[in-house]
């Protein structure tokens, strides 16, 4: 597969984010945060989606240059209203404000309602820590049909609902431990690349029509028969359940009962904690650190090379490809340039782009 440096993929996403009527900083915020998905290897939220957020632009489900509007403002708690704005902005500046809260405060909870889609969510954990912060979020996916089903259903009723928490190192450093996860075992865009390739998915992944477990994709990808699982049974159903508790039905945002109109929307309750006002005491750095150097110390099982934690592997990634590349394949590639063509930019410009990056 063709990679294409981290820098031109940034330029494309800048030039089409600035078509769709961001402005300058806007788009630039979107077009990092994407890039920055397809480094850390999760390109199911990289510049592959920039085709939908055209879509969503054009049908008004994704408004750009929305500013954040202050719903509840009670020190520690804030509640903000997005308003379908680009969600890489509205959920950056968010934290941005739940940072500033958290260090006069030691703690803050900030609610982000009714944004377009915010993307991966480990950017926030990320943004958070390096700004010396402990990280939680509980996320919601509304305004689409469900495709999740919730451990003993027959049929979807969720999201695939991420959960993210970090926890940071030195003020400044990346998080010693991100987890970002969506709680279906796998994500639909997996689903999806498997019955392209006439693969079938791992085992305990999908269920049927009626129920029945299944390692065919292609009626769920096709027709939306069919669910995908909950990660974990019981204990990955229950939590994607409080991410739509949490993120969307106690914070006033869009739940997965509401109404929709075929867009993507993200509701966020995120929990951010200044450890220092925790353990006054300080060492808690040491104790982090001896934590996890004792999991990683531990003998790998069969088949494994070592042991990670979370968030490991999206640090591997991120050194490999910004060294060889994002691998980016010709359908995905087509399909973002077609989406620009659609915005009346000059593919012939941006294909140039592409190829002039060293
Ligand atoms: P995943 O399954 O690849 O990884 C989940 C977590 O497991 C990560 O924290 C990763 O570091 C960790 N991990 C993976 N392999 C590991 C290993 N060998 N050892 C230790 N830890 C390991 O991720 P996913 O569930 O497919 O989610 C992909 C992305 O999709 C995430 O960034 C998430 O935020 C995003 N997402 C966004 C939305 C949205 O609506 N905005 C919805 C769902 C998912």
New binding site residues.
């Given amino acids: 597969m063709p990679t294409v440096p981290a820098a031109a993929l940034e330029a494309l996403a800048f030039a089409v984010a600035r078509g769709w009527g961001s402005a300058e900083e806007e788009a630039r915020i979107v077009a990092r945060h994407l890039v920055e998905?397809n480094l850390?290897?999760?390109d199911?939220?990289g510049v592959g989606m920039l085709p939908t957020y055209v879509r969503l632009a054009r049908e008004g489900l994704l408004v750009p240059n929305r500013a954040l509007e202050v719903v509840v403002d009670s020190g520690a708690v804030l509640v903000l209203e997005a308003g379908r704005g680009v969600?890489q902005r509205m959920a950056h500046e968010a934290v941005e404000l739940g940072i500033a809260r958290s260090r006069t405060l030691g703690a803050s909870v900030v609610a982000l309602r009714n944004s377009a889609?915010?993307?991966?969510?480990?950017a926030y954990g990320e943004q958070a820590a390096r700004a010396g912060m402990a990280f939680v979020a509980f996320?919601d996916?509304a305004d689409h049909d469900p495709i999740v089903a919730p451990y003993g259903a027959a049929e979807a009723r969720l999201?695939?609902?991420?959960f993210?928490a970090a926890v940071p190192g030195s003020e400044g450093d990346e998080p010693v431990v991100?987890?970002?996860?969506?709680t279906?075992t796998?994500?639909f865009g997996?689903a999806r690349v498997a019955r392209n390739k006439g693969l079938p998915v791992p085992e305990g992944t999908l269920i049927d029509r009626d129920g029945n477990p299944t390692t065919d994709p292609g009626p769920m990808v096709d027709r939306f028969e069919g669910a995908l699982t909950a990660f974990g049974l019981h204990k990955g159903s229950g939590l994607a359940i409080l991410c739509e508790l949490l993120g969307a039905a106690l914070t006033g945002g869009q739940t997965i009962t509401r109404p929709m109109r075929h867009g993507?929307v993200?509701n966020m309750l995120a929990i951010l904690v200044d450890p220092a006002r925790l353990a006054p005491e300080g060492g808690t750095g040491e104790a982090v650190a001896a934590v996890v150097a004792w999991i990683r110390a531990a003998r790998p099982a069969p088949g494994f090379d070592r042991?990670?934690?979370?968030?490991?592997?999206?640090r591997e990634s991120r050194v490999r490809r910004l060294a060889h590349g994002i691998p980016i394949d010709a359908r995905t590639l087509a399909e973002i340039l077609d989406a620009a063509a659609a915005l009346g930019l000059d593919r012939a410009a941006l294909v140039r782009g592409l190829e002039e990056v060293p």
């Fill in positions: 998905a850390a290897g999760h199911s939220h969600g889609h915010i993307g991966r969510i480990g996320v996916v999201g695939t609902n991420p993210c991100l987890l970002d996860m969506a279906s796998i994500a997996k993507v993200n042991v990670r934690v979370p968030g490991e592997p999206e």
